[in-house]
T-cell receptor, first 109, second 118 residues
Framework: GQNIDQPTEMTATEGAIVQINCTYQTSGFNGLFWYQQHAGEAPTFLSYNVLDGLEEKGRFSSFLSRSKGYSYLLLKELQMKDSASYLCAVKNSNYQLIWGAGTKLIIKP | GAVVSQHPSWVICKSGTSVKIECRSLDFQATTMFWYRQFPKQSLMLMATSNEGSKATYEQGVEKDKFLINHASLTLSTLTVTSAHPEDSSFYIC??????????????FGDGTRLSIL
């Protein structure tokens, strides 16, 4: 089967750094996406990785290791508005998006 | 950027009513649109994949006669929840993929429709 694993919930402090991990097992690989979803809202696109390495975009960075089936989303200088669920999704060989269950990130002052 | 418009954003109706939700890609063409359902505190669950000009592909366990999908043009897909019941109350979200690529193009999401059946 295909599955995406990520922690259910994480807590971090405002101003700190947090890393959200994602491991995947899919039938083929055509890229990995990270989305942010605030409660009651639709997901918004954060990042895309298809090659190994780190992609940096402002306070957010995403890393991919295809050989390990592993990715992480790194959030720096955390702000209260970063409190949200973070969804990891992998596009398989059929270009289907396989979704993780999401990681709820709680930011404390 | 790519914008997907979903309408209505909120529906409250009586049990037995049919509800239609529209999903439009405003500034790009979408050969493929996706319909998701999300229950409170749960992740997205793909219901069906809608391809322009052909029948939708439904995920296992999703009743195609209850959730009617029509994708008549490259910019519009509709989901009709027929004879809705309280257990159909959920957050329904559509997304669209730009026809110009399958690789790095992410799915662009509508704002979602919160459906409450009394």
């Amino acid at each position: 089967g295909q599955n995406i694993d990520q922690p259910t919930e994480m807590t971090a402090t405002e101003g700190a750094i947090v890393q959200i991990n994602c491991t995947y097992q899919t039938s083929g690989f055509n890229g990995l996406f990270w989305y942010q979803q605030h409660a009651g809202e639709a997901p918004t696109f954060l990042s895309y990785n298809v090659l190994d390495g780190l992609e940096e975009k402002g306070r957010f960075s995403s890393f991919l290791s295809r050989s390990k089936g592993y990715s992480y989303l790194l959030l720096k200088e955390l702000q209260m508005k970063d409190s949200a669920s973070y969804l990891c999704a992998v596009k398989n060989s059929n270009y289907q998006l396989i979704w993780g269950a999401g990681t709820k990130l709680i930011i404390k002052p | 950027g790519a914008v997907v418009s979903q309408h209505p954003s909120w529906v409250i109706c009586k049990s037995g009513t049919s509800v239609k939700i529209e999903c439009r890609s405003l500034d790009f063409q979408a050969t493929t649109m996706f319909w998701y359902r999300q229950f409170p505190k749960q992740s997205l669950m793909l219901m069906a994949t809608s391809n322009e000009g052909s029948k939708a592909t439904y995920e296992q366990g999703v009743e195609k006669d209850k959730f009617l999908i029509n994708h008549a043009s490259l910019t519009l897909s509709t989901l009709t929840v027929t004879s809705a019941h309280p257990e159909d109350s959920s957050f329904y979200i559509c997304s669209a993929r730009d026809v110009s690529g399958q690789g790095s193009q992410p799915q662009h999401f509508g704002d979602g429709t919160r459906l409450s059946i009394l």
